[in-house]
């Protein structure tokens, strides 16, 4: 289905509310992983695969370019309390961009649409977790600022080499974090001019940032 406009989005979105994740699964034929627990990303890619039919490959840009929309899943407790903090993009460790407006992450949170995922308990079995109402967010311009100064930090820890801070900094609403895991590389340039390797990093929005949001 072709998403034409906003309000189209919101109707498909809204379509799915009170579901879990197996009903929505069934209706679309929708082959999961086994191993869910372990897959951290399947929800989002279930999401992903009801909004178009398909699965999209999004990394530098937003998965709906042409209204300029992004759409992330964020897990929840009944009481609209978000349990984790929410992936946002990669962080390119060496060939970073410089220009907040030109970066990946500020096309990335321009606007999106959160749509919950509602889990009573961390034990909550992935199948059983239903789907919330969703919210369709833009960052106001008191957003936008606290967000590009956490990321001149953090891009200012990243040129001077204090690889060892970046995963310490705690923004206001942006943090980042290991991507992968410890056994995957990537390289970095440290405090002294050397390359080294590090695991890959990504930014984050905090929990209690989108629970203001949700």
């Not at 009170?18 to 034929?29: H, P, T």
């Not at 999209?56 to 407790?77: A, H, M, R, S």
């Not at 600022?145 to 001149?152: A, E, Q, R, S, V």
Request: hydrophobic share 40%; glycine share 4%.
């Amino acid at each position: 289905m072709y998403i034409y406009n906003e309000e189209n989005l919101m109707i498909k979105a809204k379509l799915i509310i009170g579901y879990n994740i197996m009903e929505i699964a069934k209706s679309l034929n929708y082959c999961l992983p086994k191993l869910m627990k372990y897959n951290t990303g399947c929800i989002g890619k279930l999401i992903e695969y009801y909004f178009f039919d398909t699965h999209i490959n999004n990394q530098f840009n937003q998965d709906i370019p042409y209204l300029g929309i992004e759409i992330k899943t964020v897990t929840i407790n009944p009481n609209k309390q978000v349990l984790y903090d929410s992936y946002i993009c990669s962080c390119t460790l060496l060939t970073q961009n410089v220009i907040w407006e030109k970066n990946n992450i500020s096309q990335k949170i321009s606007k999106i649409l959160w749509m919950p995922i509602i889990t009573y308990n961390s034990k909550t079995p992935i199948l059983n977790r239903i789907i919330g109402t969703p919210v369709l967010w833009q960052p106001t311009l008191y957003e936008k600022t606290i967000l590009k100064y956490d990321w001149t930090n953090i891009i200012h820890l990243l040129i001077m080499g204090y690889t060892q801070d970046l995963n310490e900094y705690n923004g206001y609403i942006l943090k980042i974090k290991n991507k992968s895991k410890k056994n995957i590389k990537t390289k970095i340039i440290d405090q002294n001019g050397n390359i080294i390797f590090t695991v890959p990093k990504a930014f984050y929005f905090k929990r209690h940032f989108i629970t203001s949001i949700i």
